[in-house]
């Protein structure tokens, strides 16, 4: 089923269930994210926020059992039908611990374009030079390129792979609590890197962290299970409204620290 | 989950706010009493008095400061803080016209008045009236009240052009009258004010209940 394409909306789930086996994790969600914005997706801890994540680049499909209903659309074309290699090349992902490969920070960066068939050894250097600036490091490991990725600070390693990540030139970059192992400074630059990289990407980020949602975001979505432990979109919108006046008491409760 | 010492800083910060307008509504009545009385001591009491109102105001912005900082607070919690931030203002505001009654008084000195006092004790008695409401809507989080109470205020306005055009005449009559006279059309319009000031803590309540800023003036 192809949807409408409309102009700001790069990715969407329409009536979205996944299952693990007999157990239900996603409950019928139907959600929008905006083109060149970031969406937060927050909730209590098993609320399905980093399975929904997941679901945008079929990382789910690596699971034994899992069974999906509804559809997931990238630009209008259901994921389900898209090679998963180019999907997510188009859908990327950075992780919660920064998780660079045991390689030198240029063949960390190089890694997806060689493997999508850029071979030659300068247009390999422009676009390593050209994803670490974007990814705010560029500054302080140009002179060291040959080092080991994994000799990086745990701020630079995870800037690093945000590198990896956007040298394929995704559309889409999915971000699970990717600072939350990172100490205050290090977590500012992601979020002001962030707040760079939505003027060319759009960005999904799952937060337990309900400030750096508030300073990062524009649209918030928050996730509940419901009496069967089944993951529910309770609502979305934009965040300055999510943290003044939510629409639904349970978020209400969340996010001012009354509830989970 | 609850948040025990958060909820209680908030219930402590609402309990500051309704004593301090406590005191702020005495020194409004008394200051209208000693007006008529032609009390000067009572009158030095409440310019006195003040300073310690003032002080009550700034203790509660400072707690609210304290616990933007301390306890990011969002949703209902954040609107209650800034609105008590602004009613604090309203109601350090309203002190101030109660010590500028106080100060006319003394201005006017211990002799009689040029006519007895009616509808200036009238204005007082009602303003008073809505703001023990209007603090009453506030800390019991009643929107239906926030909204009927500003109506009140256009009895005050009827008895302030009243008083206006009362006095006026006695200018007419005896101009000699007239320093008196604009002293206590002063007052009057202290008073008015009292009554504009209770409408805004009026919207003030119904946006911490609703999120919704209103304009009700």
């Given at each position: 089923m192809e949807t409408e394409r409309t102009e700001n909306t790069r990715m969407m789930t329409e009536n979205f269930s996944l299952f693990y086996g007999s157990f239900k994790?996603?409950?019928n969600i139907t959600i929008k994210i905006p083109a060149n914005r970031i969406t937060a997706f927050i909730g209590p801890?098993?609320?399905g926020k980093s399975t929904l994540l997941r679901s945008f680049n079929r990382m789910?499909?690596?699971?034994?059992g899992v069974i999906t209903t509804g559809a997931v659309f990238l630009d209008g074309g259901d994921?389900?039908?898209?090679?998963v290699v180019q999907l997510r090349k188009k859908v990327g992902m950075v992780f919660q611990r920064p998780n660079p490969f045991p390689k030198s920070i240029f063949d960390n960066v190089a890694y997806g374009p060689r493997l999508h068939g850029t071979k030659n050894r300068s247009d390999l250097a422009v676009l390593v030079e050209k994803s670490l600036k974007r990814a705010a490091l560029w500054e302080e490991v140009r002179d060291d390129l040959?080092?080991?990725?994994?000799?990086?600070s745990g701020g630079q390693q995870q800037r690093l792979c945000i590198a990896r990540a956007i040298a394929i030139e995704p559309e889409v970059i999915l971000m699970d609590?990717?600072?939350?192992?990172?100490d205050p400074v290090a977590t500012l630059k992601i979020e002001e890197l962030m707040n760079e990289l939505k003027k060319n990407y759009t960005i999904a980020i799952v937060t337990h962290n309900m400030q750096q949602a508030g300073r990062v975001s524009d649209y918030t979505a928050f996730m509940l299970t419901d009496e069967k432990r089944a993951g529910n979109l309770i609502e979305i919108g934009p965040t300055k409204q999510i943290f003044t006046?939510?629409?639904d008491s349970r978020t209400e409760d969340y996010i001012s620290g009354r509830f989970g | 989950m609850s948040r025990e010492s958060f909820d209680r800083e908030l219930q402590e910060l609402k309990r500051s706010l309704f004593q301090v307008t406590s005191e702020v509504r005495k020194n409004l009545a008394a200051s209208v009493k000693y007006l008529d009385k032609r009390d000067m001591q009572g009158a030095a009491m409440i310019i006195e008095s003040d300073e310690i109102i003032n002080l009550k105001c700034l203790e509660i912005e400072e707690q609210c400061l304290n616990i933007i900082a301390t306890q990011q607070p969002v949703a209902t919690d954040l609107r209650l803080l800034f609105s008590v931030l602004q009613i604090s203002t309203e109601i350090e505001r309203i002190g101030d016209y109660a010590k500028g009654i106080a100060r006319i008084s003394q201005k006017i000195g211990p002799g009689k008045l040029i006519k007895p006092l009616t509808s200036i004790p009238r204005m007082q008695e009602i303003a008073g009236q809505m703001l023990d409401d209007a603090i009453r809507a506030f800390t019991e989080d009643d929107e239906k009240a926030a909204r009927n109470i500003p109506a009140r205020d256009l009895q005050i306005d009827v008895l302030y052009n009243q008083v206006h055009r009362e006095l006026i005449t006695f200018i007419m009559e005896k101009p000699s009258n007239i320093e008196q006279t604009m002293m206590l059309d002063w007052v009057a319009h202290n008073i008015e004010r009292v009554g504009d000031r209770v409408v805004n803590i009026c919207e003030r309540v119904i946006f911490t209940v609703t999120g919704i800023p209103v304009d009700l003036n």
């Open positions: 994790a996603l409950n801890s098993g609320c789910n499909d690596l699971i034994p994921v389900a039908r898209e090679d040959h080092k080991s990725g994994m000799s990086l609590e990717p600072a939350s192992a990172l006046t939510p629409s | -």
